[in-house]
């Protein structure tokens, strides 16, 4: 049984893998595509947000 799953990157819009047992809350995911990296807010069902290194708010 596969162990990844896919994730849609909210920066460059592509689609990329990662091991399931890398979602967790307050993990930080890096696209596979464009190296941006990707903070997991909630494992179930999966919300993820971009990491900025620019100060918004
Ligand atoms: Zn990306």
């Known amino acids: 049984?596969?162990?990844?799953?896919?994730?849609?990157?909210?920066?460059?819009?592509?689609?990329?893998?990662?091991?399931?047992?890398?979602?967790?809350?307050?993990?930080?995911l890096e696209c596979s595509l464009c190296g941006a990296e990707i903070e997991v807010l909630q494992e179930q069902p999966i919300k993820i947000r971009l990491l900025s290194e620019d100060n918004e708010g």
């Open 1 to 28: 049984m596969k162990k990844e799953i896919y994730i849609f990157c909210p920066d460059c819009r592509g689609k990329f893998e990662v091991e399931r047992t890398d979602i967790t809350e307050g993990e930080i």
